[in-house]
């Protein structure tokens, strides 16, 4: 069973870089479709970004295209949001989310960590 691990959220500034981390058990990454997904208050969860278990094909959602990128480090078994230029609207609890052998980066996702809250100040 897999199990994730996030950390590295807070509070920060407009304009600021945070990086989140999500160590995964139970599975390698090589055999994971991985995603990091938020969710802002009074709003639904989105995938905003994911790296196919192959480690080639990835994905963005629009509104961090450019600003946002996920990367995985095989050996250590953990991916990583580097997030830049942020915004208000980044505001949410992120979560890390994994689907065994995936299909596509975009979702879906079946197993989720417990999500690290990012808050971005005007």
């Known amino acids: 069973q897999v199990q994730l691990v996030e950390s590295g959220g807070g509070l920060v500034q407009a304009g600021d870089f945070l990086r989140l981390s999500c160590a995964a058990s139970?599975?390698?990454?090589?055999?994971?479709?991985m995603g990091w997904l938020r969710q802002a208050p009074g709003k639904g969860r989105e995938v905003v970004a994911g790296?196919?278990?192959?480690?080639?094909?990835?994905y963005y959602v629009d509104s961090v295209k450019g600003r946002f990128t996920m990367s995985r480090n095989v050996a250590k078994n953990t991916v990583y949001l580097q997030m830049g230029s942020l915004k208000p609207e980044d505001t949410a609890v992120y979560y890390c989310?994994?689907?065994?052998?995936?299909?596509?980066?975009?979702?879906?996702?079946?197993?989720w960590g417990q999500g690290t809250q990012v808050t971005v100040s005007s």
């Open positions: 790296i196919h278990w192959g480690g080639v094909n990835r």
């Open positions: 989310a994994a689907a065994p052998w995936g299909d596509s980066p975009s979702g879906p996702y079946d197993t």
């Open positions: 139970g599975s390698a990454l090589t055999s994971l479709t």
